[in-house]
């Protein structure tokens, strides 16, 4: 039996890594077009607050949790992926050992 077909549960690993490392970056691509709203909103809630000259400090903490949730939402997905990739291969082992149990030798 060949090996396991992976590629796309690969492929989609290095994306959801990709995703996080510019996330840990605070870039905006990888963001939902909800989680992109809410960013905006913040920013430009903190922007004015500060251009008004009071603390932008709630917004900045709003911004800090809105990054750390989106970490967690990516990190969730990785372990997902990385999960299925690893039931395939296993799935992929206990073929393969039943069929090679099954044999005359």
């Known amino acids: 039996m060949a090996k396991p077909n992976t590629n796309r549960l690969d492929r ?3 994306r959801t890594e990709r995703k996080l490392e510019a ?3 605070e870039e905006m691509w990888p963001l939902t077009g909800q989680e992109r709203r809410a960013v905006m909103r913040a920013l430009a809630g903190g922007s004015y607050k500060v251009a008004r000259g009071k603390s932008g400090s709630r917004a900045e903490r709003k911004l800090e949790t809105l990054w750390q949730s989106v970490m967690t939402r990516l990190t969730a997905e990785l372990t997902a992926l990385q999960t299925e990739r690893q039931r395939v291969v296993n799935e992929a082992a206990a073929a393969k050992a039943a069929k090679k149990s099954s044999g005359w030798w």
């Open 12 to 14: 989609e690993i290095r």
């Open 23 to 25: 996330v840990r970056k």
